[in-house]
């Protein structure tokens, strides 16, 4: 930074002009922000047909000592949402301005384009919505492990997080890992995220599937308890098959002695799926005690008036996919 404070005065010094004072003056502020201030990139993880899938990658200004990356997707019930959208910026921002790597990824739609949602017709359209998810962030993430030397990333530090349909994926994705099930079947060999951290996820299958073959990563969950649309306890889309919730997943975690910490925020509904922002100091605590290697559960019952009601608040899942 003395360099360019030194130049600047130069710059100053060789015309007493004011308008030319000026004018180096800009430029040297310019230069100043172009070598300091990190900014986001876009790249091509995979190309589907003549579907191009993306992510933004955004470099903190002051990385962490460790090389961490937050991987974040976006939710919108496979419906909707954009990696760039205002929302997704909003928190890879946050994320690099705590000093990770924050990498916003595509993902497939597939009910963007499928017929009306119904109860019955449910258990088939989540299957392949899911399985698509799935499919995409692994690639994803096999694309970041592929260039994380470029990128300044350490492997076994990338965290997932996602808000409701990116959480579900995130926990999907984590759970067909340690399954080793066909949608995460791209991911690097030995790949195991250093953590997962899902805004009102859950998880599809059978009640007799829902079991981890291989410890999952620690795992933070955030949930609302009157969440109908990722319901908390459990979403029965088939008579085989159901989406369950945070509080349904964590017995699992309970009785196997897996790393986690849920945090159940009371008569709160599906807006918990939006509190990244609200709860990053305890996103950032996860993170750092993660990763000093600490055994760990943690169950806590939260209130936070930060958190504000959405148009989404109150609807249960048939609700949202009305009209489509």
């Not at 599809?204 to 981890?212: D, E, I, P, T, W």
């Not at 997943?249 to 939006?274: P, Q, S, T």
């Amino acid at each position: 930074m003395q360099r360019y404070e030194k130049n600047l005065y130069i710059c100053i010094l060789l015309t007493s002009d004011l308008f030319f004072m000026k004018k180096y003056l800009l430029l040297s502020v310019i230069l100043f922000s172009t070598l300091f201030v990190k900014g986001q990139e876009t790249y091509t993880f995979l190309v589907r047909d003549t579907l191009e899938m993306k992510l933004d990658v955004y470099q903190p200004e002051h990385p962490r000592k460790d090389g961490a990356c937050v991987v974040y997707l976006f939710g919108g019930g496979f419906v909707m949402g954009e990696r760039n959208n205002d929302f997704s910026v909003k928190c890879c921002k946050m994320l690099a301005d705590r000093g990770f790597v924050a990498v916003a990824i595509d993902y497939r739609l597939y009910l963007k384009h499928a017929p009306h949602v119904s109860l019955l017709k449910a258990h088939t359209l989540f299957d392949t919505a899911i399985r698509q998810a799935v499919e995409d962030c692994s690639a994803a993430l096999a694309w970041l492990c592929r260039n994380a030397s470029e990128l300044k990333i350490d492997t076994s530090h990338i965290v997932l997080t996602g808000s409701s349909a990116g959480a579900i994926t995130v926990l999907q994705t984590d759970y067909c890992r340690a399954n080793s099930l066909p949608p995460a079947s791209s991911l690097p060999p030995g790949f195991k995220p250093a953590a997962v951290i899902p805004y009102a996820g859950g998880l599809y299958c059978g009640a007799s599937q829902l079991k981890y073959a291989v410890p999952p990563a620690p795992t933070c969950f955030f949930h609302g308890t009157k969440d109908r649309i990722v319901n908390y306890n459990s979403f029965r889309g088939s008579l085989n098959k159901a989406l369950f919730g945070a509080n349904r997943v964590v017995k699992i975690f309970e009785k196997k002695g897996y790393n986690h910490w849920i945090l159940r925020f009371d008569g709160r509904g599906h807006e918990i799926a939006a509190a990244l922002p609200q709860t990053i100091d305890e996103f950032c605590a996860f993170v750092d005690a993660t990763l000093s290697g600490r055994v760990m559960q943690y169950d806590s019952h939260c209130t936070d008036t930060n958190i504000r009601l959405t148009e989404w608040s109150n609807m249960s899942l048939l609700d949202l996919y009305k009209g489509l």
